[in-house]
């Protein structure tokens, strides 16, 4: 009966370590913090204009705004000679946009993702 008590009382305590062990684990990689890189491959050229900007973001999500205010955002599919063809709009996802390069006042996009 003592044994079994022992037994009992041994499984216990490594159960309880077990679990501090652990969880101080998680709790430490809970605290690690994601760290902020480049994206490879996505850049502004100040010296160039709005079209050879977005030519480099092709395949890319991008906000334009116009002149007027408005704001688009999707992903860019191609670059003419007088306008930008977005597509999978946010929140019109079947949808594509045809924008006039002379009515952008803005280009935004992300540069930076966090790499865990």
């Given at each position: 009966?003592k ?5 009992l009382?041994?499984?216990g305590?490594?159960m309880v370590?077990?679990f501090?062990?652990?969880f101080?684990?998680?709790s430490?990689q ?8 480049a ?6 050229n100040v010296?160039a204009?709005f079209?050879?900007?977005l030519?480099?973001l092709?395949g ?12 688009f955002?999707?992903v860019?599919k191609?670059?003419g ?7 999978k709009l946010?929140g019109?996802?079947y949808f594509?946009?045809?924008i006039r390069l002379e ?12 790499q865990?």
């Open positions: 009966m044994n079994k008590g022992k037994i009382s041994a499984t305590i490594t370590s077990l501090f062990i652990v101080s684990l998680l430490t809970a605290d690690a913090k994601p760290k902020v890189v994206i490879e491959g996505i850049s502004y010296n204009s079209a050879d900007n030519k480099s092709v890319k999500k991008v906000y334009i705004a116009l002149v007027s205010g408005k704001t955002s999707g860019v191609k670059i000679n007088h306008l930008v063809h977005l597509e946010d019109k996802e594509d946009a045809l009515n952008i006042s803005a280009i935004d996009t992300r540069f930076r993702d966090y865990r």
